[in-house]
């Protein structure tokens, strides 16, 4: 089962930019759909962002449109999320998530993911 690892977490100020990388170990996930997630203290993780296998179908939360970034580059290995305008209301733990599905569309739930990243912290500070 793949392991995935995010990085490049941090504080930064409301209107700054970070970007989120998820790298697979042990095995490759170059044919799988790719999701973040995050969760905030006392809420619900909620979808962010997704890729599909191919890097040909990305879907965003209505929260993150036109300010986040999801892309592969499948040669590369990781994952990216560009964060850019960030706003306080951005912060939270940030999680990767894949399927041992390959192929398969990106679920917009946590319920349709298989292996998840251990989380890096992203604080916004106004």
């Known amino acids: 089962q793949v392991q995935l690892a995010e990085s490049g977490g941090g504080l930064v100020q409301a209107g700054g930019s970070l970007r989120l990388s998820c790298s697979a170990t042990?095995?490759?996930?170059?044919?799988?759909?790719v999701a973040w997630f995050r969760q905030a203290p006392g809420k619900e993780r909620e979808f962010v962002a997704s890729i599909s296998w191919n890097g040909g179908s990305t879907d965003y939360a209505d929260s993150v449109k036109g300010r986040f970034t999801i892309f592969r580059d499948n040669a590369k290995n990781p994952v990216y999320l560009q964060m850019n305008s960030l706003k306080p209301e951005d912060t939270a733990v940030y999680y990767c998530a894949t399927t041992s599905r390959p192929w398969e569309a990106p679920s917009f739930a946590p319920s349709g993911y298989t292996s998840w990243g251990q989380g890096t912290q992203v604080t916004v500070s106004s």
């Open positions: 042990g095995s490759t996930f170059s044919t799988f759909p």
